[in-house]
């Protein structure tokens, strides 16, 4: 049973458009939600997280979106660079557990110059 | 500040042997998180540990065990190995237990033959 999920496995965008990436999760009991981005033969890097408190957190050109009712959440590059060309993880946890974390299973994207 | 550090990071063992991997997490940080990562699952959780102690455990089978000593160097053990052990291993560390922000090392890709 895949609590979280990325439907697009991957997604092309030109340099300097938004890059637009989903999520949907199942499970009620999850109140914070993370992105991470992972280079190949690296760990995956903390990018942006937001509680379930929130609708929105923005970080840079990082902004994540969050939809309760939806139970879904959207990650938002404005503008998009070549070096954001990797694998995007969303991820989520109840706050009772702690450090662990649901994860999705990734949208590659490629950003063209 | 270092980063966390992961070894061996490669490894290639006989189907019935068993491993155990290394992790040294950030200075200072007291929790350590693994993760297995496959083509097929995805990442998904195997443990935590906290000042010594599973905090959190995954639905992994009872072969793979972990364990954290009083510097949060943490070390994960897998026996009896199977060829669908061969993964991508990855540990995570962050200061407190409900950090949720965790950072991780660059893996230990394990192959069983």
């Known amino acids: 049973d895949q609590q979280v999920k990325q439907n697009s496995p991957s997604l092309s965008v030109q340099e300097g458009r938004i890059s637009i990436l989903n999520c949907d999760y199942t499970n009620s009991m999850f109140d914070y939600f993370l992105w991470y981005k992972k280079y190949p033969a690296e760990g995956p890097t903390f990018l942006i997280s937001i509680s379930s408190i929130k609708d929105k957190n923005e970080d840079g050109r990082f902004t994540v979106f969050l939809n309760k009712s939806a139970k879904h959440l959207s990650l938002h590059i404005v503008p998009s660079q070549p070096g954001d060309s990797a694998v995007y993880f969303c991820?989520?946890?109840?706050?009772?557990?702690?450090?662990?974390?649901?994860f999705g299973g990734g949208t590659r994207v490629l950003v063209k110059p | 500040k270092a980063g966390v550090t992961q070894t061996p990071r490669y490894l290639i063992k006989t189907r019935g042997q068993q491993v155990t991997l290394s992790c040294s997490p950030i200075s200072g940080h007291r929790s350590v998180s693994w993760y297995q990562q496959t083509p097929g699952q995805g990442l998904q959780f195997l443990f935590e540990y906290f000042s010594e102690t599973q905090r959190n455990k995954g639905n992994f089978p009872g072969r793979f065990s972990g364990r954290q000593f009083s510097n949060s160097r943490s070390e994960m053990n897998v026996s009896t190995l199977e060829l669908g052990d061969s993964a991508l291993y990855l540990c995570?560390?962050?200061?407190?237990?409900?950090?949720?922000?965790?950072?991780f090392g660059p893996g230990t890709r394990l192959t069983v033959t």
């Open positions: 991820a989520a946890t109840p706050r009772a557990a702690g450090n662990k974390l649901t």
């Open positions: 995570a560390s962050s200061y407190g237990t409900s950090d949720y922000e965790q950072y």
